[in-house]
């Protein structure tokens, strides 16, 4: 008779790393994440998901789950970004408790067993947040202002949100009904639930630092949050629309009773030119708007998979 096949226990924590550029980082990473996950007990899991960033990024990762049992490999077929990355890992974690933590090491894996202490106080969902960061001025300047707008447009969102998170399984397990193209974790997190805490960690600058998030990718990232999210641009356009309509009628009006009480001889051709020219381009935000929530039910519609996974190691 053959032997049955005994399944692993189920961990108590998972650890999601999406990895972009991170070869020469994750293995300290994942050792640290070891040492400090080893004596809390129950058990733990390490997925590293390759976001196709770098060719560097698998061979190393292979490097790692050959290595030890606790890791484990995943390969997007292409760069699907950040969230859609970090989406997938959670998507194959099985602990009752999700981490997920960036590849750079400027966030300590040292800080998980607060992450975890604060979680167990009844919280679904627990943050590391920083006081200060070591970013360059014009990145914590835009995430700044992105949290402000995003506060002011999307009320429900949990503002303290960063990319070192703690997850309750029954969290998790919701997150993956989501599946708008333009990947907000944050923004679903705050759907499901609004019971999260926070946790002050430091903030290191570490010799892996390097942001992959350029000025462009991070204003591209605010608009599809807001896009996503809000229907705050709908209502600017809207309101433009209004505004225009109300000025252009005063205007009318007072060129009008001008020329009647012959304040007005010769119409001038300069300011119908300015006055067009304002009109078109506010006509053509307004299309653009719209354009933008057209293209997401669009993508929405076609059933577009969040990510695609190439291959992914066994243990």
Request: charged residues 20%; contains cysteine.
């Given at each position: 008779?053959?032997?049955a096949i005994v399944e692993p226990p189920l961990p108590r924590v998972s650890v999601v790393v999406p990895v972009y550029r991170g070869a020469k980082?994750?293995?300290?990473?994942?050792?640290?994440?070891?040492?400090?996950?080893?004596?809390?007990?129950?058990?733990?899991?390490?997925?590293?998901?390759?976001?196709?960033g770098s060719p560097e990024n698998w061979?190393?990762?292979?490097?790692?789950?050959?290595?030890?049992?606790?890791?484990?490999?995943?390969?997007?077929?292409?760069?699907f970004g950040q969230h859609a990355a970090t989406l997938c890992g959670i998507s194959r974690a099985r602990g009752?408790?999700?981490v997920t933590i960036d590849e750079d090491l400027e966030q300590p894996p040292e800080s998980v067993p607060a992450l975890l202490a604060k979680a167990t106080e009844g919280h679904l969902v627990v943050y590391g947040v920083n006081t200060t960061?070591?970013?360059?001025?014009?990145?914590n300047a835009t995430s700044e202002l992105g949290r402000n707008l995003f506060k002011f447009a999307i009320p429900s969102l949990n503002r303290e949100y960063t990319s070192f998170r703690v997850i309750h399984q029954s969290v998790a397990r919701e997150l993956e009904r989501f599946?708008?193209?333009?990947?907000?974790?944050?923004?679903?997190?705050?759907?499901?639930?609004?019971?999260?805490a926070t946790v002050v960690v430091p903030h290191a600058t570490g010799a892996h630092a390097a942001s992959s998030y350029s000025l462009r990718k991070?204003?591209?990232?605010?608009v599809n949050i807001f896009v996503t999210f809000s229907n705050l641009p709908l209502r600017v356009a809207t309101w433009l629309g209004i505004g225009a309509s109300m000025g252009g009628a005063a205007w009318g009006a007072f060129i009008l009773f001008a020329k009647l009480t012959g304040g007005v001889g010769v119409s001038g051709y300069a300011s119908i030119m300015a006055g067009m020219t304002f009109l078109g381009g506010l006509q053509l935000l307004i299309l653009g708007i719209f354009g933008e929530y057209l293209a997401r039910i669009n993508f929405k519609t076609a059933s577009m998979p969040l990510f695609l996974v190439e291959r992914e190691t066994r243990h």
């Open positions: 008779m053959e032997d980082s994750i293995p300290a990473l994942c050792q640290r994440l070891a040492a400090v996950l080893e004596p809390l007990g129950g058990g733990h899991e390490i997925i590293l998901v390759d976001d196709r061979p190393a990762i292979e490097a790692l789950t050959a290595a030890g049992d606790s890791v484990r490999g995943i390969r997007l077929s292409r760069n009752e408790w999700i960061r070591s970013h360059a001025w014009w990145r599946q708008s193209p333009f990947t907000f974790i944050d923004g679903y997190i705050s759907w499901v639930t609004n019971a999260y991070l204003v591209s990232h605010m």
